[in-house]
């Protein structure tokens, strides 16, 4: 299984992005999706979360303007991301619990993708 994430970049603060992940590979299905960042000072926090339902959570730092939706069918989970603040900056990660052929869940990280607000 892998996870492939794109979609960082350098943006201006107040400005917009959006960054997706696929997963892939052979496996029965994904539970829980979600995104974390590494910060500059080399924290690692969680953004959100998103059930395979639909249910999610988010940092408190990010409600307001972070949106996590996925497509299960596409197995890829997305991060909008709005109102965007130099304090966003970091190297984002998706994270996937994913359910083996032998109904084991398994927990997989993507390679990060870098995103930098700053005017």
């Known amino acids: 299984v892998q996870l492939q994430a794109s979609g960082g970049g350098l943006v201006q603060p107040g400005g917009s992005l959006r960054v997706s992940c696929v997963a892939s590979?052979?496996?029965?299905?994904?539970?829980?999706m979600g995104w974390y960042r590494r910060t500059p000072g080399n924290t690692r926090e969680l953004v959100a979360r998103i059930t395979r339902s639909g249910s999610t959570n988010y940092a408190d730092s990010v409600k307001g303007r972070v949106t996590i939706t996925r497509e299960n069918a596409k197995n890829t989970v997305y991060l909008q991301m709005n109102s965007l603040k130099p304090e966003d900056t970091g190297v984002y990660y998706c994270n996937a619990a994913v359910v083996a052929l032998n109904r084991l869940e398994n927990n997989y990280w993507g390679q990060g993708t870098q995103v930098t607000v700053s005017s």
């Open positions: 590979g052979t496996f029965l299905g994904i539970n829980n």
